[in-house]
């Protein structure tokens, strides 16, 4: 994939307000959509997914939004908490089991 | 249960030696993943078996890169000759079945260094 560098974007949020954290996907015929949670020496962690026949699916605390007209996955987090800091990756899969493609991350940092 | 473990978690190498990786997945998982993540990217998928059988083996670099399983269970990841450009954390993730390649549970990577 194309290189974001050293610098990821980052989201700045207060402690207790909703983040909202975009993606773009590059392939239509992506199947599934997941969101991962990376903290720092950590590999990444499963968050919440979706199919590409929904385009709205809630978890605790996480909803994941995805508009196939424009390739679109935001992920949102209710009542950000400090725990919540972390990078935050997009992927998408396809219908086989074999790969999941990441997408940029982005950094997600919470404000007292 | 015990995660997905690696070994080990930081490997310096000097440019032109050998490197192995190992990764113990959750017992019982069919799939194991091996994924490339460079310091401020997302993991770029390596390989992927299937139990004993390595069934995607097409985003390794370069034939320098070589993974085994060869029990379906214990993998381990080789890198021949390293480059500084091999200088990355190495993810293993295994998963419970196939068809459903995004529930991965990955280990805490093993970050090498080459000089």
């Known amino acids: 994939g194309e290189s974001v560098g050293l610098h990821l974007p980052t989201l700045s949020v207060q402690e207790g307000d909703n983040s909202i954290i975009n993606c773009a996907y590059s392939?239509?015929?992506?199947?599934?959509f997941i969101w991962y949670k990376q903290e720092s020496g950590k590999g990444p962690q499963f968050i919440i997914d979706?199919?590409?026949?929904?385009d709205k699916r809630q978890g605790q605390r996480v909803t994941v939004l995805l508009n196939k007209t424009v390739k679109h996955l935001s992920l949102q987090i209710a009542a950000t908490q400090p725990g919540d800091s972390a990078v935050y990756f997009c992927a998408e899969a396809g219908s086989s089991a074999s790969k999941i493609i990441f997408g940029s991350g982005t950094r997600l940092s919470i404000r007292p | 249960g015990a995660g997905v473990s690696q070994s080990p978690r930081y490997k310096v190498a000097k440019r032109g030696q050998d490197v192995a990786l190992r990764c113990d997945p959750i017992s019982g998982h069919v799939s194991l993943f091996w994924y490339q993540q460079a310091l401020g990217q997302g993991p770029e998928f390596l390989t992927y078996f299937q139990n004993e059988a390595q069934l995607d083996k097409s985003g390794l670099p370069s034939d320098r890169f070589f993974a085994e399983r060869p029990e379906g269970s214990v993998s381990t990841l080789k890198i021949q000759r390293t480059q500084q450009e091999d200088s990355a954390v190495y993810l293993c993730a295994s998963s419970q079945r196939t068809g459903k390649s995004y529930e991965q549970y990955f280990g805490p990577g093993t970050r090498l260094t080459v000089t």
């Open positions: 979706i199919r590409s026949n929904m």
């Open positions: 392939n239509s015929a992506s199947d599934y």
